[in-house]
């Protein structure tokens, strides 16, 4: 694990707290060491705080997405507004944590990140089940269909017709368990059970985020919108 944060107190103690909890830690204060040490030996994950002096974390995020590199990133950020948390997404990171925060929450989102990188065929522990029931059409080599969404689980890609959509790992695994699951409505503790591995509670606005920018990739003029809002209860895909 690669973990970026200039300050000092935080960077000391998120070392100390993850090599407890078993992870193998490099950490570094600032962007420009970041990816140096992530081109020198490719982490199984990246911790980036956002602000950082020169190269900030988003900076860092979007050379490492530019040049493929698609390790799982979590983002810390001190930044609570909707369009902040944006930035972080639309910079390919796949999930973030509020500061301040409780040393339990990074530890579930990495575990749910770090599942959802086992390799293709081997379903991931809290992640969407290949035998999970489905109300989307199932297709030959590991693609699903629905609502005029198609995706190809094996090579991570997804159109909606004709047009290809750019996805983060979240949003590519929260898009195929509503695939799969289409017409049917999840309400939000399934969501974060399934996605995260863990529930954040009502007071969380994670998912609410996640389904926002995504609706803005799928979203076209003209063409019905495919993710609705269940008001107290959850999100279903269907096109009305």
Request: proline residues 5%.
């Amino acid at each position: 694990m690669l973990l970026a944060e200039d300050d000092r107190a935080i960077r000391h103690a998120l070392e100390r707290a993850l090599t407890l909890e078993g992870y193998e830690v490099t950490a570094v204060a600032d962007g420009v060491e970041a990816l140096a040490q992530a081109h020198k030996v490719p982490p199984d994950v990246l911790v980036l705080d956002v602000m950082m002096p020169g190269i900030d974390g988003l900076q860092v995020c979007r050379v490492l997405r530019a040049e493929g590199d698609r390790t799982p990133i979590l983002m810390l950020t001190a930044l609570v507004e909707t369009a902040d948390r944006i930035a972080g997404l639309d910079a390919g990171a796949d999930d973030y944590v509020v500061k301040p925060f409780d040393v339990e929450e990074v530890f579930a989102r990495l575990r749910a990140l770090l599942r959802r990188t086992s390799p293709a065929g081997t379903p991931a522990a809290g992640g969407p089940a290949e035998d999970a029931p489905a109300k989307g059409v199932q297709l030959p080599a590991r693609q699903v269909e629905a609502a005029g969404i198609r995706m190809d689980l094996q090579a991570r890609r997804v159109w909606r017709g004709t047009r290809e959509l750019e996805l983060t790992r979240t949003e590519f695994e929260l898009l195929e368990l509503l695939v799969r699951n289409a017409g049917i409505v999840l309400d939000h503790s399934t969501i974060y059970d399934r996605i995260w591995g863990y529930d954040f509670g009502p007071g969380s606005k994670n998912l609410a985020v996640y389904v926002g920018y995504l609706r803005r990739k799928l979203d076209e003029p003209g063409a019905p919108q495919l993710i609705h809002t269940v008001r107290g209860v959850g999100y279903v895909l269907r096109e009305d």
